[in-house]
């Protein structure tokens, strides 16, 4: 493959992340939401969504996207270990995301 042509690949990777950027906030939205009203499982399924931001933004060149994924992340994964969320883990979750979306 030419340089061209995988900076052409490359390209078209990184325009279908930012088309599906919104949808996967939208997701990350409802999910916090539900932890908000007290469903503990939402807490894995946001830290699945947000850990996939970290990753793919971080391989696809949005630098600040995955470095605030990143933040939240680890507050996800904490929260997990310690077998769910308090009032103010959801608070800062939501801080999280709102960065996370402030960064897309």
């Known amino acids: 493959m030419t340089q061209d042509a995988l900076q052409a690949q490359l390209d078209r990777l990184r325009a279908k992340f930012a088309a599906e950027l919104p949808q996967k906030l939208t ?3 409802a999910l916090l939401a ?15 969504i947000v850990h996939r931001l970290n990753g793919t933004g971080g391989t696809m060149g949005f630098t600040a996207l995955s470095q605030a994924a990143a933040a ?32 897309a």
Request: proline share 2%; net charge negative.
């Open 27 to 29: 997701e990350a939205e």
């Open 72 to 103: 939240l992340e680890a507050r996800l994964e904490d929260c997990l270990k310690a077998g769910g969320a308090q009032p103010e883990d959801v608070a800062a979750i939501a801080a999280g995301l709102a960065a996370v979306k402030a960064a």
């Open 34 to 48: 539900a932890l908000q009203g007290g469903d503990g499982e939402a807490l894995t399924g946001l830290r699945f």
